[in-house]
């Protein structure tokens, strides 16, 4: 794939992802930066994390 079209796909992305912040009134955006689909074993610090902030 073209870097510019992978560029607009993941601009994309993430416009939809923070639309969804719109469905609740209490809602967060947290990127867990270099983790894969395997956030439990990639980045567990930011799952327990995002648990405290509940």
């Known amino acids: ?16 992802i923070r639309g969804q ?3 609740s009134i209490n809602s967060q955006y947290i990127l867990a930066e270099h983790a894969s689909h395997g956030i439990e074993n990639d ?4 799952i327990i994390e995002a648990i405290h902030l509940l």
């Open 1 to 16: 794939m073209p870097k510019e079209e992978a560029t607009q796909l993941e601009d994309m992305w993430q416009e939809l």
């Open 21 to 23: 912040l719109n469905l």
């Open 43 to 46: 980045r567990p610090d930011a």
